[in-house]
């Protein structure tokens, strides 16, 4: 399989996590921003990352990919069948894509891709992100995380992979989590960042970024 994508990107990150999860093998090719080429334009027609190509399969969006990998390869179970854990992980993909990570973008792009990719940004944008908006997403997940450190059944699942993605990236540039205040979510974003499906792709991505790994 292909993964068409810049590998920083939250979304990008959750494929290559899943697939290293499940234990498939993939080729990440540079795309966005301009580059991809004609194969990631049949598999995007939008541009929008991450993009997979499979013999001749092609499709885009992070939720279509992990669906197609999940169906070819069941196991290990982490979009749980259960229905209200299977509804719970659902809501959470969600809640990443949709609520986080806008805000991460914000502070991300603002701080660290614009500059990287000398674009117009806003590091008062971010900030304004940072201060007003990323405390009620940290809040949410401090009430809601058990004990047992995990989202959804007590048990490492989709939802993990889904919600610490674009969390990622704001640590790369923010240091709001290490003043004490979400211990549960910084123990837990810790412990994901330890899993080797985790720190083999933030390791290539330090390297593109310019961070020691």
Known sequence: MIIYGARPSPFVRKVIVFAAEKGIAVEVRPAGFGKGGAEFERASPFGKIPALVDGDFAI????AIITY????HPDPNLI????????RTIWYEEFADTIAQPVGVDIFFNR???KLLDMPHDPARADRAEAEKMPGIYDYLEAVLPES?????DRFTLADIAV???LINVCYC???LKDGRWPRVKAWLDELRARPSFAGAMALE???LGKAE
């Open 164 to 166: 610490a993605c674009p």
């Open 80 to 87: 749980p069948t259960e229905a209200k854990a299977r509804a």
């Open 174 to 176: 923010s240091s709001g």
């Open 206 to 208: 330090a390297r593109m």
């Open 69 to 72: 990998m999940d169906a070819l």
């Open 112 to 114: 660290v891709v614009g």
């Open 60 to 63: 885009s969006d992070s939720t």
């Open 149 to 153: 450190g995990w989202l959804v059944e």
